[in-house]
């Protein structure tokens, strides 16, 4: 079975040929937020990429491009998406 993470995993390597990507299932965290967030399954994403396309794109026009390329999976039932995107020589905290 192909999971959330695997789909957004190659959309993202895909799209943006990333040099590091790393997707991260952080559903189990927001056990209880909402009635119906369990904290089990695929409700949480964050996504850290570091990708060349980045280079002299806004962190709000990265996040856009993000968001836009992954709308299909928020639409259907992705409840929350955390974005980290940088451009490879730039600082990060992970």
Do not use: C, Y
Not at 22 to 45: K, R, Y
Request: proline share 5%; charged share 25%; aromatic share 4%.
């Amino acid at each position: 079975m192909v999971t959330l993470q695997t789909r957004i995993e190659a959309k993202l390597t895909e799209a943006f040929a990333p040099e590091r990507l790393d997707v991260i299932n952080e559903s189990h965290l927001h056990a209880g937020h909402q009635p119906d967030i369990t904290g089990m399954g695929e409700t949480h994403m964050r996504v850290r990429i570091v990708s060349a396309k980045f280079a002299g794109m806004t962190r709000l026009a990265r996040h856009r491009a993000i968001t836009e390329l992954l709308k299909p999976e928020l639409d259907a039932g992705l409840h929350a998406l955390a974005v980290e995107p940088a451009a490879p020589g730039e600082v990060t905290r992970w």
